[in-house]
């Protein structure tokens, strides 16, 4: 089975709601982002728990193992981007291709026990480096090598929404 790349550009969701998962970026301040993290993070282990994690829905959906093994590198990969844009205002970092990543790292095939104890760790790093930030440090800016610009302030809600929007992608129906 192969499931298509995910090629849109999700920028949009720092101007207005997401009409899935209901995120609203605008709403969301900074200063949340850290406890919204955690909650997440807390909502993952009750989803890794599920007796049908590693079953792909249909041929073209991640498991929900998948995307819980997905969030967990995303806290690592934002974490890495957000000390960039920390040590140098205009950092540069890449694109991250998430959809190879999941193939060349086997997310399916990963224990589910063993990834909520990773997502868990990850999530609380992050949130630890997001409610680390000063301030001053907020308008710190990253340019993503798609030429996509973020400051440390709307990376955070980038981020956050991504979490969230896969914990709607994987809720019970
Ligand atoms: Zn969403």
């Known amino acids: 089975m192969v499931i298509t790349p995910d090629t849109k550009n999700w920028t949009w969701v720092l101007e207005r709601p997401c009409p899935e998962c209901g995120f609203d970026a605008a709403a ?35 498991s929900a193992l998948e995307y819980a093994a997905h ?11 957000l000390e960039l844009m920390l040590e140098t205002d205009g950092a540069e970092f ?20 063993r990834v909520a104890v990773e997502l868990a760790a990850e999530a609380e790093a992050t949130a630890l480096a997001f409610a680390g930030v000063e301030p001053r440090q907020l308008a710190h800016r ?10 440390v302030d709307s990376l955070a809600r980038y981020f956050l929404h991504d979490a969230v929007h896969h914990l709607w992608d994987v809720r019970l129906r």
Not at 31 to 58: C, F, H, I, K, Y
Request: hydrophobic share 30%.
């Open 28 to 62: 969301t301040s900074f200063d949340e982002v850290p406890g919204m993290l955690r909650a997440n993070a807390d909502a993952w282990q009750q989803v890794l728990a599920r007796p049908d994690a590693t079953q792909r829905p249909d041929g073209s959906t991640w």
């Open 71 to 81: 969030v967990r590198d995303l806290c690592r990969v934002y974490r890495r981007r």
């Open 94 to 113: 890449a694109d991250w291709d998430q959809d190879a990543t999941a193939v060349s790292e086997g997310y399916g095939k990963q224990d589910p026990a």
């Open 142 to 151: 990253g340019l993503r090598s798609d030429g996509t610009g973020f400051t």
